[in-house]
């Protein structure tokens, strides 16, 4: 079993919709959860950064942490075309090296 | 945020010859330096940790004489692909963490795109 489970999608939706992307994992030591959004042929790109369990909002982005689920969600609000890209969960424990999901690859639709 | 620079961005070479990249962090200094590839739809794995002024750490699987790190500054870390072969065509990406933090924070290069011909 893969230690970072992400759904690869893809998604598509339309413009103006609440997007819901979602990771789970096995390893309970993770303590630190990032969201990075990868554009085609670029480096990623860090969205958010959460420690520990519970909510984190900013703008139109919400990630949510749920240790006891060993559960991870970035929500997008109001979504747009530019918002079009590949979705990549990220953790670690108390080192630093980072366990990347698979991606999401999210398309909006205009 | 932190700006990290990767060069090339992009670099085709014959296969059984060496390729260099760069990854500098721009404005801030970096204690340490991930390297990472990644397949096409395949997320990025860990290839090795490269902390300043001492030796890389590889990931088991990784090879430490096709994949020679140096990280001879706070700034400055490069990863040659030795003898390059067309299974070594991939796009490598560092990352790097910002001195003096506590948060783990990794801020990404553009990557670099390695076609083996």
């Known amino acids: 079993q893969k230690e970072v489970e992400q759904d690869p999608g893809p998604l598509s939706v339309p413009e103006g919709a609440i997007v819901s992307l979602n990771c789970t994992y096995s390893n309970s030591a993770f303590q630190y959860f990032m969201w990075y959004r990868q554009y085609s042929r670029k480096g990623p790109e860090l969205l958010m950064y959460t420690y520990s369990s519970g909510n984190k909002e900013d703008g139109r982005f919400t990630a949510q942490v749920d240790k006891s689920s060993k559960y991870i969600s970035l929500f997008i609000r109001d979504s747009q075309p530019s918002d079009s890209a590949t979705y990549l969960c990220a953790m670690r424990h108390s080192g630093y090296a980072l366990n990347f999901g698979k991606g999401t690859s999210l398309l909006v639709t205009p | 945020g932190a700006v990290v620079s990767q060069h090339p961005s992009r670099v085709i070479c014959k296969s059984g010859t060496s390729v260099k990249i760069e990854c500098r962090s721009l404005d801030f200094q970096a204690t340490t330096m991930f390297w990472y590839r990644q397949f096409p739809k395949q997320s990025l794995m860990l290839m090795a940790t490269s902390n300043e002024g001492s030796k890389a750490t590889y990931e088991q699987g990784v090879e430490k004489d096709k994949f020679l790190i140096n990280h001879a500054s706070l700034t400055l870390s490069t990863l040659t692909v030795t003898s390059a072969h067309p299974e070594d065509s991939s796009f490598y990406i560092c990352?790097?963490?910002?001195?003096?933090?506590?948060?783990?924070?990794?801020?990404f290069g553009e990557g670099s795109r390695l076609t083996v011909l």
């Open positions: 990352s790097a963490r910002p001195g003096g933090t506590n948060t783990g924070e990794l801020f």
